[in-house]
C-alpha cells in the first residue's frame, strides 16, 4: 500500500468515530462547538453571567437581552449535539430550580409597581374543558408508555394544572366549557414589573446553568492540562490535574461496579427507610476506600516506572490546542457583547422595541 | 558477559507501624538475570513476585522505604542494576549526630532504562485519551514529537492494535476493554525502549489467544531490540516456550532456580509450592511417563514418550451424561443487546439450564459472555427477546425487584464485594437486606461459611483475608442467600495453581450438593476437568451448545471460536492423528492419566 493509500485509510478510519468522551456523557466529533478551545468556553461562562447578572439587575430587566443570551446558549448546545443527553438528564433537573427561582421572586417582589396583576394557584372553580381533555390524553399516553397507574395520574395531573391556568383567564369560555365551583379562589396579587422581575431572574439562572452545562457536556478532561500549560503552568502541575480527573474517572468506575455489587447481596430488595438507605450507601465506602489506597499505591508506582521523577528535559506532543477561527468569531461575540451592554449600558430589550 | 541485574543476599521486610514486625517479605534472594534473556519468575500468591518486582526497579527502597531508624534490619543484601549499585544500607557517620547511621544507597531512578508494567492495566492508564497514554512516558524522556509519533504508532502496531492509531487521541480510556488496555500499558513501555522490561502478569485480563500473541511479540521485540525481559506469569506453556530462566518463590525464599527444564521438570516442588506445572508435566508425573529422564513438557515430547505405551482407554470413565433435574431454572430465548456506543453485544442467545447442572460459559474476549450473564442476574435491564427464571419472566414485577434471591452473582473482583468489617456481618449483610430472621440469619452463615471452610475466620476482618479467601467468602455470601442458581465471573483469574483447583474443587462440591452452576472462565483446563457442558460464545452468538468432550472434540468449531484447548485435548488430537485415529477423546489431565497409567505400569514391569 502506497503512502496516500494509507494516510487516506487513516483519515476514514478516523471519520468511523463519531462521538468523543467528555466530562458527562459525548458529543459530535468535528462540530464547530468541538473544535472551540477550552479557555474560550471557559471565557464565555464568565462572560455570560457576568452580562446576564448585569441584565437582571437593571430596572427594567432587559429580557430581551436575556432571550438573547439563551439562545446563544441553547444553538451552542445545539450544534455540539448533546441535546439528547441535556433533555435525558439535566434539562429536567434544572427546571423545577428555574421554576423555584421563578415563585421566589414572584412572592417577595410583589410590591414593585406597576399595574396590578392577580395570579391564580386555584381559581375558585373546576374547570371542564380542555385541561379536562388534557389530563385524559396525558394519562392514557403515559399509561400505554409506562404501564404504571401512578407514574400515568401524577404526569396527567401536572398537566392538568398547567391548562387550568390559562382557563381560568379565559374569559370567551373557548378553553372552558362548564364550571363547578369548588373551594375559595387562592392567588397572588402581585405587579407586571414584578412578573418581569421574577421572569427576567429565572432567565438569568438558566444562562448561567446552561452555560455550565455547556461546558461539562463539550468539554474533554484531556484538554484541560494542554490548557494549563497554555496558561504557563508547568507541565507536571498540569498533568496532577489532569491525573485527578483520571482518578474521578476510576472512582466513578468503582463506584458502578461496587454498587451492583451490593444489589447483587440485596440491597434494595425491601423497601427500606431513606434511614437505612443512607446507611447501605455508606456501607459502599468500605470497598471504595479500599479500592482507592491500592489503585493510588499502584499509580505512584506507574508514575515511577514511566520516569516522571527522573524527568528533567520533557518535550510536549500534540498536548495543546490552537485557537482557530471559531473561537475568534466568539471572542468578538462575547466581547461585543459585553460592551454594548455593560460598559455602554445599552439594554438589548430597548435596542429592539426601537427598531420595531 | 557480565549479569544485567544481579541480586546479592537480598532480604526485605514492610515496615510496620503496628503491632509486630511483618515477616520478610523477600528473604536471602540470590540470582543473576543475564543481558537479553527472557527471565521467568514464578511463585504462588503471596511469594513476593510483585514486592521482587519493585526491588528490581529500585521502587524499594527508594519510594517504598523502610522504617527511619530500622533501614539495617528492613533490608538486608544488595542490588545490583546496569553494573551499578541500585539498592544497598551502608553504615555512614554523621557528623551532625556524631553517630553511625545506616543509609540506604545507590540509584534512585532506574526509568527509562528499566520499565515496570503492573497487574493492573487500568492503574497504569494515567492520561485521558490512548495517544497521550502511548506518548507519555517518551514525552518525560524529553524525545522530539516526530519521534514519538513514530515509536507510539509503531509501538501500537506491534501489540496488535494499529486499527485504533487514526483516532489514538479521540479515545477516552472507559472505552476500552481490560484486554485493550492492558496492550496499551505493554506499548507504553515498549515505546520507551527501554533495556530491561519487567512484566508482572502482564497478561492476566487476556483470553488464551490473546496472551500467546502479545508474549510471542514482546519477545520478537526483544530480539530485535536486544531487550532483556524478566516476566512474572503463572501460565507454563507460556514459560517453557518462551523463558530461558526461571526464579521460583514461595513466601519470600528462593526454591528453585535454574533454566526452565531444570525448574519445570521437578513437578513435587510444583505441587508442593502450589504452582502451575504443564498439563503434560502432571500426567507424566502421575502416570509416570518419561521423555529424556524427566516428565515431558509439550505434545511432541509426550508423543515420543508414549511410543511403545499403549494407553488403555478402557480404564477411563467417559460417561458423559449430564446429571440435572427435571426443573428449568434459567430459559434465555432469542435475547438481543445493544450498548449504549450502539455496539450489538448479544445477537439472539439462547440456552436453557436445568437444575443440579454445572455449565461453563466459555469464549473470547469480548464474546458476550458476561453481558448476558449480567442480564440473568437483572443488572442489564435494556434487553430484547426473554430471560426466564425458574420459569418466571425476569420483567415480571413478582421476581424483577428480587432477581438476587434466586440467581446469586459472584463478581470477578472480590475486593469490590466486601462491605463489612467482620466476615460473619459480610455473609449476614445480604441476609439482613432479605429480612431474614435472626436465628435464620445466625444459622445460614455458618452453614455457608462451613461449606467454603471459612468458619474459623468468622471474627476476622475481610479486608485482611487472603487473595483466596476473599474469593470464597464472596462465594459464602452469595451462598447463604440460597439462590437458584449461582454464576461465578471468571473465578480463578489472578489465583494461583493451588486456589484456583481449590474454588474449582469447592463449585464441584456445592454442585454435587445440588448446586446449579455456571462458570464464566477463559481457562480450558479447568472447563475440562470440571464440566460437563458448555455454552460457547463468539461475537455476541452461542456457536456450539453440548458436552464439553464433544466441543473439544471439533477442532473446526475451536478454530471458530479462537479458542486454544487446554494441553490434553492438543495431546488427544495429535494422539489421533499420528496413532490412532480411533482413539477416544482424552480431555483432561485425570482422564490421561487413566489410560496411561497402567499401561506404563505393566510395561515396566
Known amino acids: 500500500m502506497s503512502n496516500t493509500d494509507k494516510i487516506k485509510e487513516d483519515a476514514e478510519a478516523r471519520t468511523s468515530k463519531k462521538y468523543v468522551r467528555t466530562f458527562i456523557f459525548s458529543m459530535r466529533i468535528g462540530t464547530a462547538v468541538e473544535k472551540l478551545h477550552v479557555i474560550t468556553k471557559a471565557m464565555m461562562i464568565i462572560v455570560l453571567s457576568v452580562i446576564a447578572l448585569y441584565m437582571f439587575d437593571e430596572v427594567p430587566p432587559d429580557i430581551y437581552g436575556l432571550a438573547l443570551l439563551i439562545l446563544i446558549v441553547f444553538s451552542l448546545l445545539l450544534v455540539a449535539r448533546v441535546g439528547k443527553y441535556l433533555v435525558t438528564s439535566y434539562l429536567a433537573l434544572a427546571l423545577p430550580v428555574l421554576l423555584g427561582e421563578f415563585i421566589w421572586w414572584l412572592v417577595f417582589n410583589r410590591n414593585l409597581p406597576g399595574s396590578p396583576t392577580y395570579i391564580y394557584a386555584w381559581p375558585g372553580f373546576l374547570p371542564i374543558g380542555l385541561s379536562t381533555l388534557m389530563f385524559i390524553l396525558t394519562f392514557g399516553l403515559v399509561f400505554i408508555k409506562t404501564r404504571k397507574i401512578t407514574s400515568s395520574l401524577v404526569a396527567a395531573l401536572i398537566v392538568w394544572y398547567i391548562f387550568i391556568v390559562p382557563g381560568d383567564l379565559d374569559t370567551s369560555k373557548i378553553t372552558t366549557w362548564f364550571t363547578f365551583p369548588i373551594g375559595r379562589p387562592i392567588g397572588l396579587l402581585t405587579s407586571s414589573l414584578a412578573e418581569m422581575v421574577a421572569v427576567s431572574k429565572a432567565m438569568g439562572f438558566a444562562v448561567l446553568i446552561y452555560t455550565s452545562f455547556l461546558f461539562l457536556l463539550t468539554t474533554r478532561d484531556t484538554e484541560i492540562a494542554g490548557a494549563l500549560v497554555q496558561l504557563k503552568a508547568s507541565f507536571k502541575q498540569a498533568f496532577f490535574v489532569a491525573l485527578m480527573f483520571r482518578n474521578l474517572n476510576l472512582i466513578l468506575l468503582d463506584y458502578e461496579n461496587i454498587r451492583i455489587a451490593q444489589r447483587a447481596r440485596g440491597a434494595g430488595i425491601i423497601r427500606k427507610s431513606i434511614f437505612s438507605r443512607i446507611i447501605d450507601l455508606a456501607y459502599i465506602s468500605v470497598p471504595l476506600v479500599a479500592t482507592m489506597i491500592r489503585r493510588a499505591t499502584e499509580m505512584g508506582v506507574a508514575l515511577y516506572a514511566r520516569g516522571f521523577e527522573a524527568s528533567t528535559k520533557m518535550t510536549q506532543y500534540k498536548e495543546t490546542k490552537n485557537l482557530t477561527y471559531m473561537d475568534i468569531i466568539i471572542w468578538i461575540i462575547m466581547i461585543g457583547l459585553l460592551i454594548y451592554t455593560v460598559v455602554l449600558h445599552q439594554s438589548i430589550t430597548a435596542t429592539v422595541m426601537r427598531l420595531i | 558477559m557480565a549479569p544485567i541485574i544481579e541480586v546479592k543476599n537480598f532480604s526485605w521486610r514492610y515496615p510496620a507501624f503496628v503491632g509486630n514486625q511483618n515477616p520478610y517479605a523477600l528473604d536471602g534472594l540470590n540470582f543473576q538475570v543475564e543481558k537479553e534473556e527472557f527471565f521467568g519468575i514464578i511463585g504462588p500468591s503471596g511469594a513476593g513476585k510483585t514486592t521482587l518486582c519493585y526491588a528490581l526497579t529500585g521502587i524499594i527502597p527508594h519510594v517504598f522505604k523502610p522504617q527511619m531508624g530500622k533501614e539495617a534490619e528492613d533490608l538486608k543484601g544488595e542490588i545490583y542494576a546496569f553494573g551499578q549499585l541500585l539498592t544497598k544500607v551502608e553504615t555512614v557517620y554523621n557528623?551532625?549526630?556524631?553517630?553511625?547511621?545506616?543509609?540506604?544507597?545507590?540509584?534512585?531512578?532506574?526509568?527509562?532504562?528499566?520499565?515496570?508494567?503492573?497487574?493492573?492495566?487500568?492503574?497504569?492508564?494515567?492520561?485521558?485519551?490512548?495517544?497521550?497514554?502511548?506518548?507519555?512516558?517518551?514525552?518525560?524522556?524529553?524525545?522530539?514529537?516526530?519521534?514519538?509519533?513514530?515509536?507510539?504508532?509503531?509501538?501500537?502496531?506491534?501489540?496488535?492494535?494499529?486499527?485504533?492509531?487514526?483516532?489514538?487521541?479521540?479515545?477516552?480510556?472507559?472505552?476500552?476493554?481490560?484486554?485493550?488496555?492492558?496492550?496499551?500499558?505493554?506499548?507504553?513501555?515498549?515505546?520507551?525502549?527501554?533495556?530491561?522490561?519487567?512484566?508482572?502478569?502482564?497478561?492476566?485480563?487476556?483470553?488464551?489467544?490473546?496472551?500467546?500473541?502479545?508474549?510471542?511479540?514482546?519477545?520478537?521485540?526483544?530480539?530485535?531490540?536486544?531487550?532483556?525481559?524478566?516476566?512474572?506469569?503463572?501460565?507454563?506453556?507460556?514459560m517453557l516456550k518462551y523463558a530461558d530462566r526461571v526464579l521460583a518463590l514461595d513466601k519470600g525464599k528462593m526454591i528453585a532456580y535454574g533454566t526452565t527444564e531444570e525448574v519445570y521438570k521437578d513437578v513435587k516442588l510444583f505441587y508442593e509450592h502450589g504452582l502451575y506445572p504443564s498439563d503434560i508435566a502432571r500426567i507424566g508425573y502421575e502416570s509416570n511417563l518419561k521423555y529424556n529422564q524427566r516428565v515431558p513438557f509439550d505434545v511432541d515430547e509426550a508423543l515420543k514418550a508414549m511410543s511403545g505405551i499403549t494407553p488403555n482407554f478402557s480404564n477411563v470413565n467417559l460417561n458423559d451424561e449430564i446429571v440435572k433435574g427435571e426443573k428449568e431454572i434459567i430459559n434465555v430465548n432469542n435475547v438481543n443487546f445493544w450498548y449504549e456506543d450502539g455496539t450489538h453485544a448479544l445477537k439472539g442467545v439462547s440456552f436453557t439450564i436445568h437444575e443440579g447442572e454445572f455449565v461453563g460459559l466459555i469464549g473470547q474476549n469480548g464474546a458476550g459472555k458476561t453481558t448476558i450473564s449480567r442480564i440473568i442476574a437483572g443488572i442489564y435491564k435494556n434487553y430484547k427477546g426473554t430471560v426466564k427464571v425458574l420459569g418466571i419472566d425476569i420483567r415480571d414485577k413478582k421476581i424483577a425487584d428480587k432477581i438476587p434471591m434466586y440467581v446469586g452473582y459472584v463478581f470477578q473482583n472480590p475486593d469490590h464485594q466486601i462491605f463489612m468489617r467482620r466476615v460473619y456481618d459480610e455473609v449476614a449483610y445480604g441476609l439482613k437486606n432479605i429480612g431474614l430472621s435472626s436465628s435464620e440469619i445466625e444459622e445460614r452463615v455458618r452453614d455457608a461459611l462451613t461449606s467454603v471452610g471459612l468458619l474459623e475466620k468468622i471474627d476476622e476482618d475481610p479486608l485482611f483475608l487472603g487473595k483466596g479467601e476473599k474469593r470464597r467468602l464472596a462465594v459464602a455470601s452469595i451462598l447463604a442467600m440460597k439462590p437458584s442458581i449461582l454464576i461465578v465471573d471468571e473465578p480463578t483469574t489472578g489465583q494461583d495453581f493451588r486456589m484456583s483447583e481449590d474454588i474449582m474443587n469447592l463449585m464441584g462440591e456445592l454442585n454435587k450438593h445440588g448446586t446449579t452452576i455456571l462458570a464464566i472462565t477463559h481457562d480450558m483446563t479447568l472447563i475440562a476437568e470440571h464440566t460437563k457442558r458448555v455454552v460457547v460464545m463468539y461475537q455476541g452468538k452461542v456457536i456450539f451448545d453440548g458436552p464439553t468432550r464433544q466441543f473439544f472434540a471439533d477442532q473446526d468449531l475451536l478454530d471458530k471460536a479462537a479458542i486454544i484447548p487446554p494441553l490434553a485435548v492438543r495431546l488427544s488430537h495429535a494422539y489421533r492423528q499420528h496413532i490412532d485415529r480411533n482413539a477416544p477423546m482424552l480431555i483432561n489431565v485425570r482422564e490421561w492419566v487413566q489410560a496411561l497409567k497402567p499401561a506404563i505400569k505393566i510395561k515396566a514391569e
Request: charged share 25%; no cysteine.
Open chain 2, 95 to 238: 557528623p551532625t549526630t556524631g553517630k553511625n547511621e545506616a543509609k540506604i544507597m545507590g540509584m534512585k531512578q532506574t526509568a527509562p532504562r528499566m520499565g515496570l508494567l503492573l497487574q493492573d492495566p487500568e492503574n497504569q492508564f494515567l492520561r485521558m485519551d490512548l495517544l497521550h497514554e502511548v506518548a507519555f512516558g517518551m514525552e518525560l524522556m524529553g524525545l522530539p514529537p516526530d519521534e514519538i509519533e513514530k515509536r507510539a504508532k509503531e509501538a501500537l502496531e506491534i501489540v496488535g492494535l494499529s486499527s485504533l492509531w487514526p483516532m489514538a487521541d479521540l479515545i477516552h480510556p472507559s472505552e476500552l476493554s481490560g484486554g485493550q488496555k492492558q496492550r496499551i500499558a505493554i506499548a507504553s513501555f515498549i515505546a520507551m525502549r527501554p533495556e530491561v522490561l519487567i512484566l508482572d502478569e502482564p497478561t492476566s485480563d487476556l483470553d488464551p489467544e490473546g496472551k500467546l500473541s502479545i508474549i510471542k511479540a514482546i519477545d520478537n521485540i526483544r530480539k530485535e531490540y536486544k531487550l532483556t525481559l524478566i516476566v512474572v506469569e503463572h501460565n507454563p506453556e507460556i
